[in-house]
């Protein structure tokens, strides 16, 4: 079992920035990728962003790339996603997941409980 806590959600304005984190603890952490997704009201739950057990590949939404950045630093068990020029349309919950490199669900075996990213227009 991989138990993952996410925090740094909250309030931002648009344009602006917040850096979330996933704290994992039980199994090893660098035995797994670890990835990002969202789910705004009423919408699917869809892929952020996800990085190798090494930390040496990654890969982005179209929609984030080149304003999210996804880490890991396997000697904190911690995985980080910095998002900057924040946007209305980024609103949701986000989650981070312990499982295979793969932009679909399925590939996670361990998800965290969720943090809320609100940005106001």
């Known amino acids: 079992q991989v138990q993952l806590v996410e925090s740094g959600g909250g309030l931002v304005q648009a344009g602006g920035s917040l850096r979330l984190s996933c704290a994992a603890s039980?199994?090893?952490?660098?035995?797994?990728?670890v990835g990002w997704f969202r789910q705004a009201p009423g919408k699917e739950r869809e892929f952020v962003s996800v990085?190798?057990?090494?930390?040496?590949?990654?890969d982005y939404a179209d929609s984030v790339k080149g304003r999210f950045t996804i880490s890991r630093d396997n000697a904190k068990n911690t995985m980080y996603l910095q998002m900057t020029s924040l946007g209305p349309e980024d609103t949701a919950v986000y989650y981070c997941?312990?499982?295979?490199?793969?932009?679909?669900?399925?590939?996670?075996?361990?998800w965290g409980q969720g943090t809320q990213v609100t940005v106001s227009s």
């Open positions: 039980g199994r090893t952490f660098s035995n797994y990728a």
């Open positions: 990085i190798s057990r090494s930390g040496g590949i990654t």
């Open positions: 997941a312990a499982g295979i490199m793969s932009r679909v669900s399925n590939g996670y075996d361990y």
